[in-house]
């Protein structure tokens, strides 16, 4: 029903704020109505169950956002390479994770203090240098830069699309 009345409205795109069960069946559906505008997700739909679920011709240019490919990223190589024999392929999460480890640790340490005020004084005037790069944040606690790229699927795979 929800997507009868989407589709009465011709949009231009539908964007999707989910995961990927959610995702999958939504863009499954929407194609068998014939909704045809592109659909647009964030990282929690990058997921071969998606591409599943929703089967290969309806996911197929479905965008979404999230981080480029880690193994095209120069500072994630040394991860990559420890990370691999320890704990097998990366997950999507495990640089994020890494990193924002790594920047709260050393936050830590040149506050001197585990005071979250003054840590987060620290996390506000460092640069810190991390698998994904050069992070810091601004005074409100947003970094500065984003890595964000914009993926497709195509052929049943999840391709970069478009970077900044």
Known sequence: MILTTVKSRNPELIFFGGIYP?????????KELGLNAPFMSGDGTIDVKFIEIAGPQAAEGTLLTF??????IPTA???IEHYRPKFGEIGPYSIY????????LTAIREAQSTDSKLIIDKL??????????K?????KGD????PFVIWITKDGNFVEHWKP
């Open 124 to 133: 506000h005037s460092l640069e810190f240098d991390g698998a994904l790069g």
């Open 77 to 79: 190589k040394s991860f």
């Open 143 to 146: 970094v500065t830069v984003s």
């Open 97 to 104: 994770s890494y990193d924002a480890a790594n920047i709260l």
């Open 22 to 30: 959610e995702a999958g069946l939504l863009v499954k559906q929407a």
């Open 135 to 139: 992070i810091a944040f601004d005074a």
């Open 67 to 72: 981080s480029p490919d880690p193994n095209n």
